[in-house]
């Protein structure tokens, strides 16, 4: 047993299955977690250690510790509020520029890897303000 089974978490043996031919039969341990441990003898434990699940468990751990954090995810408050700020300013600016109301301004933001962005400014005008506008 190696010191890797010896961590390894034990799983129930749910299936063995006799593998290959004469001279080399490999007994396939079908274990609860979905994984396979081979022996070259069927082993009469009623468990076995998943090296398997230990090295998925090392994966996911080192895994974990190499995620760097997506900017959204570290967008402060102070940062979204200066934003939502310059999206305010933008609709003001636009709506006294078209002598409109400004809730007739929507603006419309994308998130793009954590920065947000202005992607686009619809404006809805009525019709008192398309005459207004046109002059006609
Ligand atoms: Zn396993």
């Known amino acids: 047993m190696t010191t890797e089974h010896r961590k390894a978490p034990r799983r129930e043996v749910v299936d063995i299955r006799r ?5 080399s039969v490999v007994y396939h341990h079908v274990l609860s977690c979905g994984h396979i441990e081979k022996r070259p003898r069927a082993t009469k434990a009623p468990k076995l250690a998943c090296v398997f699940c230990l090295r998925a468990e090392e994966v996911v751990k080192t895994m974990s510790s190499l995620k760097t ?6 967008l402060d408050d102070e940062e979204f509020a200066s934003f939502e700020t310059k999206v305010q300013m933008i609709k003001a600016s636009l709506a006294s520029q078209m002598n409109i ?6 603006v419309a933001i994308a998130d793009e890897a954590g920065i947000l962005r202005i992607r686009y400014a619809t404006i809805f005008l009525t019709e008192k303000d398309v005459r207004k506008i046109t002059g006609l």
């Not at 954090?69 to 570290?74: F, G, H, Q, R």
């Not at 109301?101 to 929507?106: K, N, T």
């Open 19 to 23: 593998v290959g031919g004469w001279g």
């Open 69 to 74: 954090p997506i900017k959204s995810e570290v």
């Open 101 to 106: 109301p400004i809730d007739a301004v929507d």
